[in-house]
T-cell receptor, first 113, second 116 residues
C-alpha cells in the first residue's frame, strides 16, 4: 500500500506563469484534499473531492486556482498567473469515505520569483 | 467558528526530558474529532492520534500520551523521555463530525527541538 504521492516536490516559477501540481492518493481512497501551508503556519484547507466531484472550496481558492480529479483517481491543482503570495507548500491528503484519518503526501513546495 | 490554538511556537529540550505540547480548541459543535500530526523536515504530515469528543479517556502509546479535557477545551500531547528523532513540527487539528467532509482545521504548530 503506497502512500500519497505528489509531484513535483519542488517548483520554482516566474511570476505570471502557470503551474500544475499532481497528487496520486492512496488507492481506493475516495476522498482527496488539497491544503496550503505557508512558512510557520499550519496547513489551510483549499478544496475537497469525493471521488470525481469537487464538493467544497475554500475562499482561499481564488479564480486563478483550479483543481480537478478526473475519474476519481489522481488530482491536479493548477495555479494561473502565479503571484509571489502563492509561494507555499501545497499538500495533498486522502482518506476513505467515513474514515477520519487523512494521510498526507510530502507536498509540493512552490516558489514564485 | 472553529479554531485551534497552539500557543507554544517553539520548544527546546534536552534528550530524555519530558515535554508537553499544548492545544486549545474552540467549537460550538457537540461532536468533533481532535488530531495530532507530526511534520518532520521531509514535509509529510504523519498521523499520530485521533480522539472523538465523546471519549475523554487519556491514551498512552509508548512514549506518547494524550490528555483530553473537554471542560477546558484542551488536548495536550506529552512525549516522555524525548529523543532526537522526536524533533519536528507538531500540529493539533479539529474536524467537524457534522460536516462529514473530514476537513481538518489546524493550529499554527509547535516546533520541538530535542538536543542530544
Amino acid at each position: 500500500d503506497t502512500g500519497v504521492s505528489q509531484n513535483p516536490r519542488h517548483k520554482i516559477t516566474k511570476r505570471g506563469q502557470n503551474v500544475t501540481f499532481r497528487c496520486d492518493p492512496i488507492s481506493e481512497h475516495n476522498r482527496l484534499y488539497w491544503y496550503r501551508q505557508t512558512l510557520g503556519q499550519g496547513p489551510e484547507f483549499l478544496t475537497y473531492f469525493q471521488n470525481e466531484a469537487q464538493l467544497e472550496k475554500s475562499r482561499l481558492l481564488s479564480d486563478r486556482f483550479s483543481a480537478e480529479r478526473p475519474k476519481g483517481s489522481f488530482s491536479t491543482l493548477e495555479i494561473q498567473r502565479t503571484e509571489q503570495g502563492d509561494s507555499a507548500m501545497y499538500l495533498c491528503a486522502s482518506s476513505r469515505t467515513g474514515a477520519t484519518e487523512a494521510f498526507f503526501g510530502q507536498g509540493t513546495r512552490l516558489t514564485v520569483v | 467558528a472553529q479554531k485551534v490554538t497552539q500557543a507554544q511556537t517553539e520548544i527546546s529540550v534536552v534528550e530524555k526530558e519530558d515535554v508537553t505540547l499544548d492545544c486549545v480548541y474552540e467549537t460550538r459543535d457537540t461532536t468533533y474529532y481532535l488530531f495530532w500530526y507530526k511534520q518532520p523536515p521531509s514535509g509529510e504530515l504523519v498521523f499520530l492520534i485521533r480522539r472523538n469528543s465523546f471519549d475523554e479517556q487519556n491514551e498512552i502509546s509508548g512514549r506518547y500520551s494524550w490528555n483530553f479535557q473537554k471542560s477546558t477545551s484542551s488536548f495536550n500531547f506529552t512525549i516522555t523521555a524525548s529523543q532526537v528523532v522526536d524533533s519536528a513540527v507538531y500540529f493539533c487539528a479539529l474536524s467537524r463530525v457534522s460536516s462529514n467532509t473530514g476537513k481538518l482545521i489546524f493550529g499554527q504548530g509547535t516546533t520541538l527541538q530535542v538536543k542530544p
